[in-house]
T-cell receptor, first 114, second 113 residues
Framework: SQQGEEDPQALSIQEGENATMNCSYK?????LQWYRQNSGRGLVHLIL?????REKHSGRLRVTLDTSKKSSSLLITASRAADTASYFC??????????????FGTGTQLKVEL | DGGITQSPKYLFRKEGQNVTLSCEQN?????MYWYRQDPGQGLRLIYY???????QKGDIAEGYSVSREKKESFPLTVTSAQKNPTAFYLC????????????FGDGTRLSIL
């Protein structure tokens, strides 16, 4: 089952603008992760935020987490054409024995135009 | 460079056939995972393995089987019992220590002839 729902489903912006994607989920989590997927390729991990964290930064990425609202947002600042991709949030539960069980949202398709 | 290799990139199956998708990693990761992705959808977990010779069903295991005879390898067989096998299949791996990201291969696209 899909844990997360992402909003918007698609987003088109001009290069240099900021892009914000939102993710809502249903159950309690250990951590939440964001991934990027270029067309026809595998997923690339972007950032992980723990359930006791509220905000995290990595380069041009800023992630927030509100566990009371069961929601997260990903902000990409000063977007570039190379940021064009699909972005997925994934809620994580630690598995007994190690590793995470990830449950993915439906994704946001971002298009950055020159 | 360390990474995950999936092969083949494209695979075609006839009705009633079993097909096996390969996944190999040289990241020395203990945990490996198989996901299915349908158009416009997120990923759904098929099977995962945390240690050699052990694996667990994910959310959509029916019609699939796996083995984990070596740490580096986690092949997925799509059996004839899987009635809607056309999808993009992704393999991933991770360490088992705490909160860790997963590393993905570039996928195998399976189609029915």
């Amino acid at each position: 089952s899909q844990q997360g729902e992402e909003d918007p489903q698609a987003l088109s912006i001009q290069e240099g603008e900021n892009a914000t994607m939102n993710c809502s989920y249903k159950t309690s989590i250990n951590n939440l992760q964001w991934y990027r997927q270029n067309s026809g390729r595998g997923l690339v991990h972007l950032i992980l935020i723990r359930s006791n964290e509220r905000e995290k930064h990595s380069g041009r990425l800023r992630v927030t987490l509100d566990t009371s609202k069961k929601s997260s947002s990903l902000l990409i600042t000063a977007s570039r054409a190379a940021d064009t991709a699909s972005y997925f949030c994934a809620t994580a539960h630690i598995l007994t024995g190690g590793g995470n069980k990830l449950t993915f949202g439906t994704g946001t398709q971002l298009k950055v135009e020159l | 460079d360390g990474g995950i290799t999936q092969s083949p990139k494209y695979l075609f199956r006839k009705e009633g056939q079993n097909v096996t998708l390969s996944c190999e990693q040289n990241l020395n990761h203990d945990a490996m995972y198989w996901y299915r992705q349908d158009p416009g959808q997120g990923l759904r977990l098929i099977y995962y393995s945390q240690i050699v010779n052990d694996f667990q069903k994910g959310d959509i295991a029916e019609g699939y089987s796996v083995s984990r005879e070596k740490k580096e390898s986690f092949p997925l067989t799509v059996t004839s019992a899987q009635k809607n096998p056309t999808a993009f299949y992704l393999c991933a791996s991770s360490t088992t220590g705490g909160r860790q990201p997963q590393h993905f291969g570039d996928g195998t696209r399976l189609s029915i002839l």
